[in-house]
């Protein structure tokens, strides 16, 4: 069913995911809606919603989760602290749940490159900057060998904005998130609705771009470290840095390493909490979504999809989970 007529007039709080397509999902429902919205974001880096105070539904009729690739079971916990009507819009791998209500987000028999194409599609808007951002932000240096860059490029050039603009203004709204501000996530939301019809003019935003240069030079240092092989087709790399970069990492050095799986830990994330990010690049037939269900089952905060999660993990268990996933990829997905 549409999006539009589960929410037809009401007050909507959005809890959207921190990076590109979270807040570009944000950005088009609230544009395309029409409704007074509330934006919020849970804590960067933490794939729970256990943090979300029940005070933040008061005075919205409907609560949707928009690409946030939060367990089942967590939403749940959610909603009864809520009390709200709850819509789950995500591309994330996720378990049908009768008591749920979830967007179909499966587009020719796979999920949706990215949440806010999915919403664009439900939504049945003509495809635009923010349908197609999202894409380019979950895939990075990848949409050029996706079979979603001939999409991006013609709708690149209705902004006259290449590939290469476009992964550079995704990176622009990333750094709000890696630099751990959520408020710079959610006015982020309102920035990209404002400079809709003119986002060439948001690679020259000054607040962004400086924020930018500092992250993409941690990166640098850390993408010049060589991983340690710990299997025959699997790489490890431990990070620390203020910044929230594990992902723009894991992203960088799979492409290096096609065909390998590279683990990035940050053992000290936020307050008690480590992270642990894996990907994979290249044409593999593996799914690491059946890693993800036995991380759920375990009661860690995991998301992902078929060649990509993260992982939030308490400080004392970091090591052990680090050598858990290595025997798992070792023992299912090396050769």
Same mark, same amino acid.
């Given at each position: 069913?549409?999006?539009?007529?589960?929410?037809?007039?009401?007050?909507?709080?959005?809890?959207?995911?921190?990076?590109? @397509?979270?807040?570009?999902?944000?950005?088009?429902?609230?544009?395309?809606?029409?409704?007074?919205?509330?934006?919020?974001? &849970?804590?960067?880096?933490?794939?729970?919603?256990?943090?979300?105070?029940?005070?933040?539904?008061?005075?919205?009729?409907?609560?949707?989760?928009?690409?946030?690739?939060?367990?089942?079971?967590?939403?749940?916990?959610?909603?009864?602290?809520?009390?709200? *009507?709850?819509?789950?819009?995500?591309?994330?791998?996720?378990?049908? @749940?009768?008591?749920?209500?979830?967007?179909?987000?499966?587009?020719?028999?796979?999920?949706?490159?990215?949440?806010?194409?999915?919403?664009?599609?439900?939504?049945?808007?003509?495809? *635009?900057?923010?349908?197609?951002?999202?894409?380019?932000?979950?895939?990075?240096?990848?949409?050029?060998?996706?079979?979603?860059?001939?999409?991006?490029? @013609?709708?690149?050039?209705?902004?006259?904005?290449?590939?290469?603009?476009?992964?550079?203004?995704?990176?622009?709204? @990333?750094?709000?998130?890696?630099?751990?501000?959520?408020?710079?996530?959610?006015?982020?939301?309102?920035?990209?609705?404002?400079?809709?019809?003119?986002?060439?003019?948001?690679?020259?935003?000054?607040?962004?771009?400086?924020?930018?240069?500092?992250?993409?030079?941690?990166?640098?240092?850390?993408?010049?470290?060589? &991983?340690?092989?710990?299997?025959?087709?699997?790489?490890?790399?431990?990070?620390?840095?203020?910044?929230?970069?594990?992902?723009?990492?894991?992203?960088?050095?799979?492409?290096?390493?096609?065909?390998?799986?590279?683990?990035?830990?940050?053992?000290?994330?936020?307050? *008690?909490?480590?992270?642990?990010?894996?990907?994979?690049?290249?044409?593999?037939?593996?799914?690491?979504?059946?890693?993800?269900?036995?991380?759920?089952?375990?009661?860690?905060?995991?998301?992902?999809?078929?060649?990509?999660?993260?992982?939030?993990?308490?400080?004392?268990?970091?090591?052990?989970?680090?050598?858990?996933?290595?025997?798992?990829?070792?023992?299912?997905?090396?050769?």
């Amino acid at each position: 069913m549409p999006i539009r007529n589960l929410v037809e007039g009401s007050k909507i709080l959005l809890i959207f995911h921190w990076d590109t @397509d979270g807040v570009a999902s944000a950005a088009l429902l609230k544009k395309y809606l029409g409704h007074k919205t509330k934006l919020y974001t &849970p804590l960067i880096g933490l794939y729970t919603l256990k943090y979300v105070r029940s005070s933040i539904c008061k005075d919205v009729d409907n609560v949707l989760i928009v690409d946030f690739g939060v367990s089942n079971d967590d939403v749940k916990r959610f909603i009864s602290k809520c009390s709200r *009507n709850t819509l789950i819009i995500d591309h994330h791998h996720r378990r049908q @749940d009768p008591d749920l209500n979830i967007i179909p987000y499966f587009i020719d028999s796979e999920p949706y490159p990215a949440t806010s194409l999915l919403i664009s599609d439900n939504l049945n808007i003509e495809y *635009n900057l923010l349908s197609i951002i999202g894409i380019v932000g979950d895939y990075g240096e990848a949409i050029y060998n996706s079979k979603y860059m001939e999409l991006v490029e @013609d709708v690149g050039r209705k902004y006259d904005m290449d590939i290469e603009e476009l992964i550079m203004l995704s990176n622009l709204i @990333d750094s709000n998130y890696m630099s751990g501000d959520r408020r710079k996530v959610v006015k982020a939301v309102d920035i990209l609705i404002k400079y809709f019809d003119k986002p060439r003019e948001l690679l020259n935003y000054t607040p962004w771009i400086r924020q930018c240069n500092d992250i993409m030079k941690e990166i640098d240092k850390y993408t010049h470290v060589p &991983p340690k092989k710990v299997g025959s087709n699997i790489y490890f790399l431990e990070i620390n840095s203020k910044y929230l970069i594990t992902s723009s990492i894991g992203r960088s050095l799979a492409r290096r390493y096609r065909g390998s799986y590279i683990i990035v830990g940050s053992p000290s994330l936020h307050r *008690n909490y480590s992270q642990i990010y894996v990907r994979i690049h290249g044409d593999n037939k593996i799914n690491l979504s059946t890693i993800v269900d036995k991380l759920v089952e375990k009661g860690f905060y995991a998301g992902g999809k078929p060649n990509v999660f993260g992982v939030i993990v308490p400080k004392r268990k970091y090591n052990y989970l680090i050598q858990w996933i290595i025997n798992e990829l070792k023992g299912r997905y090396s050769y």
